[in-house]
């Protein structure tokens, strides 16, 4: 049960994934978001990208609520480890020690070793760091924000910020990305525009009630032998996420559309993006052998916008 | 194994706040020896992610949205 849809089977909280999906192909959107297919093996770069995304939002929380950094780096040091370790369970879900084998990554560079590296050498590179993390009229640190907004059309814009940051006098989200291939100037151009960053401005500022700039990225090239940092900035003006809102109003409106009447056409230009489509060859094969070919590879899981981490 | 590998090897529920602290000394000897490298390679100049953070930090000030 996927609770981002309505009792129509139509999809109302969208989150920058599933937008980004149709967006990218309205066959794509059906096998995942309508019929929940997806890898049996989950890639090791959103393995390797969720433990190092989860440590630094640990670390910041711990920061904010007033810990120091030793501290707080051997706790995410730990619980890393720990998090990438397949213990068994017992009842209650509790790891029993002394059971299960270290996560496997089958990448050179995105190792377990080379996470614990990355976050190491990433809390000392910006260990005397001018940006701070933004507390919120309550007190509490903005860090680890899973949001749901609702907008017009009784839509819901849903999404999970990692930190929202003080920063050259000017309020900002921060993200984390890694990359296998060297950061220029070059890599910060594919966040402009960008679906993603985008949503987190638009929303940043209407959760905040802050005049949230833009995102930081802050982005790590990890390779065999080391890892490597660098920051970059992608703004939005107010007039930019007026324009993204309106289109994307319209384009979730079509996904509805087509999803009521149960058309998803291929739109083939999108195959060969990011190193080429999960889905290329169930598509590539004829219409009544792609099911076999699904349920080989893929298995159900279901990606709820709406679902905090 | 070296001692590094043993300590990624073993139950993280039984590593020590030893262990871990070694884990993370080793790691910083490493960052460590790949700064100096790039020092060995022949340039003198300050590394490039501090300026790059100064330069980014003072085009953001003068930008209002």
């Known amino acids: ?309 | 194994m070296n001692d590094i590998a043993e300590l990624f090897a073993r139950d993280p529920l039984s590593l020590t706040h030893e262990d871990i602290d070694s884990i993370i000394e080793r790691m910083r000897q490493a960052r460590t020896q790949f700064n100096l490298g790039n020092i060995r390679a022949g340039s003198t100049k300050p590394s490039k992610p501090s300026k790059r953070i100064e330069g980014l930090e003072d085009l953001l000030k003068g930008i209002e949205i």
């Open chain 1, 1 to 309: 049960m996927n609770s981002s849809f309505d009792t129509a089977g139509l999809q109302f909280a969208w989150d920058s994934t599933s937008l980004a999906t149709w967006l990218d192909c309205e066959r794509k959107y059906q096998l995942t978001m309508i019929e929940n297919w997806v890898p049996r093996s989950r890639s090791v770069h959103l393995r390797f990208g969720g433990h190092y995304a989860t440590a630094l939002e640990t670390y910041h929380k711990r920061r904010a609520l007033g810990e120091d950094h030793e501290t707080a780096l051997r706790n995410v040091v730990e619980t890393t480890l720990v998090a990438s370790w397949s213990h068994d369970r017992d009842s209650e879900g509790n790891r029993i020690s002394g059971t299960g084998t270290a996560e496997e990554f089958t990448d050179n560079a995105k190792t377990r070793e080379n996470l614990i590296r990355t976050i190491i050498w990433y809390l000392e590179h910006y260990k005397e760091d001018t940006m701070t993390t933004f507390i919120k009229a309550d007190g509490i640190p903005a860090v680890e924000y899973s949001f749901s907004l609702p907008v017009d059309n009784d839509i819901i814009l849903a999404g999970h910020i990692d930190r929202l940051v003080n920063y050259a006098e000017g309020i900002y989200i921060q993200d984390q990305k890694t990359t296998g291939s060297t950061i220029s100037a070059h890599y910060f151009k594919q966040f402009s525009p960008h679906t993603q960053m985008s949503l987190y401005t638009f929303a940043g500022r209407i959760i905040y009630s802050a005049p949230v700039k833009g995102v930081i990225i802050d982005a790590a090239q990890i390779a065999v032998g080391f890892s490597r940092f660098e920051r970059g900035i992608t703004m939005r003006t107010p007039e930019q996420l007026t324009e993204w809102y309106e289109g994307a109003m319209l384009h979730i409106q079509a996904a509805r559309k087509a999803t009521k009447e149960n058309h998803f056409p291929m739109r083939p230009s999108s195959c060969s993006n990011y190193g080429g489509c999960m889905f290329r060859d169930v598509c590539a094969l004829s219409p009544t052998v792609r099911p076999n070919a699904l349920a080989a590879d893929f298995e159900k899981r279901v990606w709820d916008p709406l679902q905090r981490r």
